[in-house]
């Protein structure tokens, strides 16, 4: 069920992506890989997979450009 887990895990998960791009990279693979039982867990795992994808490579693009 979506209702199982607890969405805090992966809030926390979309902060450390925020803050550190790399760290989110691995709490997101770790969440999306150690939690495969719950959908919740799969579903922001992934998310966070690309969040950080995406961070990364905005910073990267930024701190080249400056």
């Not at 690309?50 to 490579?57: A, G, M, P, Q």
């Amino acid at each position: 069920m979506e209702n199982d887990g607890n969405i805090i895990w992966a809030i926390l998960g979309y902060i450390i992506a925020l803050i550190a791009p790399i760290f989110g990279l691995l709490y997101g693979a770790g969440l999306f890989y150690l939690k495969k039982d719950i959908a919740l867990y799969r579903k922001h795992g992934r998310l966070i997979i690309y969040f950080s994808i995406l961070l990364f490579v905005i910073t990267t693009i930024v701190k080249l450009v400056l």
